[in-house]
């Protein structure tokens, strides 16, 4: 019994990182078909490894926990996904008459993409962290998830848009008026969109109830949406400043892609290294400092703007002096900032930090010993929070 339990734990840890394996080849594999570097090509790749590593990571960890399985899947069904969609316009549109073209990897490739979607923007949000539904009255957003994720994959053979501007036929598509085809195609991406909405309203629904470790963890996925949310303002003021150019789309493309591969990663984790790190001082630098930049860079766009345009004012001038100014205001805006969302976010450092602040400026005045004591040993429940404290005064005649 104690050998199968050991064989099985051994299959266990080596089965998540043969799933990781098995995507990083369909991946380079699909590098090597494509032959170039594309951004859109990177992004995906970011996401897809990103996932698969948290997943593995989690899987391999913590076992029978759900979340690093369904993470692996998605990574899995994404490659899979991704390799297809290549094949197919190699097959048709690259390299016609290379390759043979299937209506199957058509299809299939559509199929891998839809689950892999499904799977990791509801079902891992909802069993986040612990494994388990918030409660029992997320039981039918769970069902309704399979049942709209089910609606959507039975309608990829039957839409004829699946193989549209593609020249094979599809033998299975049916008119798009047929009720079938508005049942599973409507119904399910409907049901599904519904079901990602409450699967994020799941997390906020958590992380309102949570306490202890379950926050902690929750935090990370919080970071990462915050970082997303920064990431989207940077990439809008990049364009307003500099226009909607080929190299700013792929440098948006580039950053929306980091920042949406930091939720797997903060998931991984939040599920088994939160404890190593102190995440609310991470998430009060994250907003901190990105606001900071998005600030300066507004107004650093601004004042080019007016010492270039408005005024007259030539050559690299209007640039050196809006570098000097910006370079002046970020020290006070840092800290200004930093303390208003220390407040907000990093409470216990915030308050630790004043009650300190507020006895440092006592202690120059007072003179009372024991008002003294008083004064330490609050400061120290308040900062410290000790299981339990006591205060030694040496008397005047002691050595």
Known sequence: MAERHGTEVTRRRWLPWAALTLAVVEIAVAWVLVGSVD?????????????????????????????????????????????LVIYVDLSLFQRPGSIPPSHWFVMLGDVF???GLGVSSTFALLLFPTGRLPSRRWTPVAWASGIGLLGLVISVPLSPDTFEGIPIHNPFALPSSHPLLLLAEGGGFYLLAACVV????????????????????????????????????????????????????????LIITISVSLLPVAIGIAIVRYRLFDIDRIVSRT?????????????????????????????????????????????????????????????????????????????????????????????????????????????????
């Open 39 to 83: 951004a859109v090509a990177v992004a995906v790749t970011i996401y897809i490894l990103s996932t698969g590593f948290a997943g593995a990571v989690v899987a391999s960890r913590v076992p029978r926990h759900p979340v690093g399985w369904l993470l692996l899947a998605a990574s899995f069904c994404f490659a899979t996904g991704a390799l």
């Open 113 to 115: 993409f839809d689950i």
């Open 198 to 253: 409450a699967s994020v309203a799941s997390l906020v629904v958590r992380f309102r109830r949570s306490t202890g470790t379950e926050r902690q963890q929750l935090k990370w996925v919080a970071l990462s949406v915050v970082i997303l949310g920064i990431g989207l303002a940077g990439t809008i003021l990049w364009e307003l400043l500099n226009g909607a150019a080929e190299v700013s789309d792929n440098l948006e493309n």
């Open 287 to 399: 907003v901190s400092y990105g606001v900071v930049v998005m600030v300066l860079g507004a107004t650093f766009g601004a004042l080019v703007f007016v010492l270039g345009d408005l005024l007259p004012l030539e050559g690299q001038l209007p640039v050196a002096s809006t570098t000097l100014v910006v370079a002046a205001l970020f020290n006070p805006l840092r800290r200004r900032v930093q303390e208003r969302v220390d407040r907000r976010f990093n409470r216990s450092r915030y308050d630790a930090a004043r009650t300190i602040e507020l006895f440092t400026r006592r202690l120059r005045s007072s003179v009372d010993l024991v008002e003294l004591g008083r004064d330490l040993q609050t400061v120290a429940a308040a900062t410290m929070q000790p299981a339990s404290m006591s205060m030694w005064l040496r008397g005047r005649h002691e050595p």
